[in-house]
């Protein structure tokens, strides 16, 4: 809605702010990221660069869920370049790794019931700081990126959960 010359100078005298609405930014489309596809060197140099890992359930991530993680990764001041994302099949490398300070967040329940055993179910996990693989990998459950999209309900427990995982850094460092 477009104001007047006289109605913004009436809002003005008033005290009342205008806002201006801002264009979007143009959004790069991101194709869809087969983690598969990295070699496990190349994963190997990331691991030993960054403390934050996310163990996403599916090789796979189509682009709503790229752009869902990059949001949710900056919402607790990280971006992706911060991050290493490995699937379950490459977590066995890093039990190889020196890990002090490493933080997994792992997302969905397949990989909560890899990494905390077969009968465990998500919502008795998450929420709480694990120690997996070995003591110095933190790990931090929640749901997964497809789980999220359909429902959106459990973001609020998943933005608890991103919260509960950067305080558990910011401790450790």
Do not use: C
């Not at 264009?23 to 194709?31: A, C, D, M, R």
């Not at 189509?62 to 994302?85: K, P, Y």
């Not at 909560?112 to 110095?136: A, F, I, M, N, Y």
């Not at 608890?160 to 305080?167: E, R």
Request: proline share 4%; charged share 20%; aromatic share 4%.
């Amino acid at each position: 809605m477009a104001l007047e010359p006289r109605q913004l100078s009436a809002l003005n005298e008033m005290g009342i702010p205008v806002w201006g609405l801002r264009t979007q930014l143009p959004v790069e489309i991101l194709p869809i990221v087969d983690i598969a596809e990295t070699s496990i060197a190349e994963i190997d140099e990331n691991l030993l660069q960054r403390d934050w890992l996310i163990l996403v359930d599916q090789p796979t991530i189509s682009e709503q869920a790229q752009r869902l993680l990059d949001a949710m990764l900056l919402a607790i001041g990280l971006m992706q370049q911060h991050v290493t994302i490995v699937t379950s099949k490459q977590l066995s490398q890093l039990q190889q790794l020196s890990a002090a300070r490493k933080i997994i967040l792992s997302l969905g329940s397949k990989n909560s019931q890899l990494l905390l055993g077969e009968s465990t179910k998500l919502d008795s996990h998450r929420g709480k700081v694990h120690q997996v693989l070995t003591p110095q990998f933190t790990t931090i459950v929640s749901f997964g990126l497809e789980e999220l999209l359909e429902f959106p309900q459990y973001k609020i427990l998943a933005w608890q959960d991103l919260l509960l995982a950067k305080a558990t850094y910011e401790q450790r460092i």
